[in-house]
């Protein structure tokens, strides 16, 4: 009887204890517990940024980060108060299902919630692995990939993590969950990538919070940037005096040891660029780490001088801002170079390939014709490397019937078209046009510039940076030509993509394309028509060959 009487009362003390809680950061004191590298009850000593993130009252928040900075312990914690504290339905939202959504939550919530008795308490099964339940109360945990994964969940409060690698159409998709909600909350966080592009688009419109402190040499209020703040000293990454690299203050140049952050800046905090703005803006580099040091990033920015993925790992994962590396996308002057001496054509009869290409937007198609001089030699591996290309015009049309009649005049020997968003209408174009048209899907998983073809109907996949390294590659080695006469805006679509270099699960270096700004749809049907060509050429063999006149 004594021993319930003690459990009585502790669950009756516990009681009254949670229902004196209103703010997150109490909340994850009393709460969270820690594992490496600082084990134990959660605590805000070593990384004080989190403190004011986590009460923070902004219906959105937007997190633009360096790795590894406690943004997401953050909306953890968010997460975790919401729905014991005030009974909010939470959707966390990353950027694929498998193996992102799976991994998180196994990987950081089920630790989470098995190192905390008060979490394992409120959450009566954690077993399924994307929704979990506390009480009344559900959490949902979604890839951003497919549109059907975000519908029909209503949720008070959305978490979006690693926006940057997402799909971007669908993060609006995700917030439509919180319609007819009277309570509201939102993060974003995320590494950035590339300047107007994800994250950065979001921190923009926000307050723009960057973490100040005292600098205990001056004591001039100051802030940690780079690369006034990082003395590097080593010229390459095998001198052992490269660990010698420090901090410093950007005002008086005197030293900041890295193990005395913890003491000085214990004091900072947040100040806003734009205050009264509605979103909350977080801002923090890995300058402020206490578990980076200096050397690291030192080193980081030595090895970015050769290399174009250190250079980007540099300033998006080190340094948290966005950034685009030189030859990332097509410029202004590449184009010029690729201008030839003719008109956009109206019709064409050619004894060379000719082939197009079709991006499916709404209301419109992006339609490039191209005609391609082959080398005088025999059968080739790789044709698309050694053809040159004439675009013979770049046009928008309405409609597939349209479409149908550009094929004709131009006598199209083969046309790849974009299978979404209209894939009963590009279907339809294609079995119509039986033979010389195949639909085209972007997949992961496919090597190089193979290209998968099914054998139920007209339909190929690719890998999509290989192809548009080829396709908006031609800009930069001048092995395309386009009308003197060609559109602003099918330059702006060729340069809208930029390559961005990052690394995959295992940890290699890859690369993917995005769209920073604007619309990128001709520079989608410049690669669907140089996707078309080794199609083509498997199924012609054009009577004149000759490069000469390109």
């Not at 914690?77 to 998180?104: K, W």
């Not at 979103?279 to 923090?284: A, E, H, Q, S, V």
């Not at 001496?341 to 390939?353: K, N």
């Amino acid at each position: 009887m004594h021993n319930i009487s003690q459990l009585l009362a502790r669950k009756v003390a516990e009681g009254l204890g949670r229902r004196a809680i209103t703010k997150c950061s109490d909340w994850s004191r009393r709460y969270r517990v820690m594992g490496s590298p600082y084990p134990g009850p959660w605590t805000f000593d070593h990384h004080p940024w989190t403190r004011e993130m986590c009460d923070s009252d902004a219906e959105m928040n937007i997190g633009q980060k360096a790795a590894q900075m406690g943004f997401t312990e953050v909306v953890l914690n968010r997460t975790f108060f919401n729905m014991d504290i005030r009974s909010l339905d939470c959707l966390y939202v990353l950027p694929s299902q498998r193996p992102d959504a799976n991994d998180f939550s196994s990987a950081r919530f089920a630790p989470a919630i098995e190192m905390s008795r008060h979490l394992k308490d409120l959450f009566q099964d954690v077993s399924n692995v994307g929704h979990k339940r506390a009480g009344s109360c559900n959490l949902y945990i979604r890839g951003s990939h497919a549109r059907s994964q975000l519908k029909s969940i209503p949720v008070a409060m959305i978490v979006i993590d690693e926006k940057d690698e997402m799909t971007q159409e669908n993060v609006p998709l995700a917030f439509e969950r919180q319609s007819g909600q009277v309570t509201r909350e939102g993060w974003q966080i995320s590494t950035p990538t590339h300047p107007g592009f994800g994250i950065n688009a979001d921190f923009d419109k926000s307050s723009q919070n960057h973490f100040f402190f005292k600098c205990p040499c001056c004591s001039h209020f100051i802030e940690l940037t780079y690369p006034e703040c990082l003395v590097i000293t080593a010229e390459n990454i095998t001198d052992a005096t490269l660990q010698d690299s420090y901090l410093q203050c950007p005002d008086c140049k005197g030293k900041l040891p890295h193990e005395d952050k913890k003491s000085y800046l214990s004091e900072a905090k947040w100040v806003e660029s734009f205050a009264g703005r509605d979103w909350k803006g977080w801002y923090i580099p890995q300058l402020y780490s206490p578990t980076v040091q200096p050397w690291k990033i030192a080193e980081s920015a030595i090895k970015a001088q050769s290399d174009p993925f250190e250079e980007q790992e540099l300033w998006n994962s080190k340094i948290g801002l966005p950034h685009t590396v030189k030859g990332a996308g097509v410029t202004d002057e590449e184009i010029r170079s690729c201008i030839g001496g003719y008109r956009t054509y109206t019709s064409h009869h050619s004894t060379r390939i000719v082939t197009m290409g079709i991006d499916v937007g709404y209301p419109e198609l992006h339609i490039e014709i191209d005609e391609w001089f082959l080398p005088q030699q025999g059968p080739v591996v790789d044709v698309n490397q050694l053809a040159k290309c004439r675009v013979l015009g770049a046009f928008i049309r309405s409609s597939f019937q349209e479409a149908s009649t550009l094929l004709e005049q131009f006598r199209v020997n083969f046309c790849v078209v974009d299978a979404q968003p209209e894939r009963r209408l590009a279907l339809s174009f294609a079995n119509e046009h039986y033979g010389r048209v195949r639909l085209c899907s972007y997949e992961q998983g496919i090597g190089g510039k193979a290209i998968h073809l099914a054998d139920d109907e007209p339909r190929v996949k690719v890998d999509r940076t290989s192809w548009l390294d080829m396709s908006l590659g031609r800009f930069k080695s001048g092995t395309i030509k386009v009308p003197a006469d060609i559109s602003e805006e099918y330059k702006r679509h060729i340069k809208a993509q930029v390559r961005t270099y990052e690394k995959d699960r295992h940890g290699n270096p890859t690369g993917r394309y995005i769209t920073p700004a604007g619309q990128d749809h001709f520079g989608h049907a410049r690669n669907y028509a140089e996707i078309a060509l080794p199609l083509a050429a498997s199924y012609n063999q054009p009577q004149n060959i000759e490069t000469s006149v390109f």
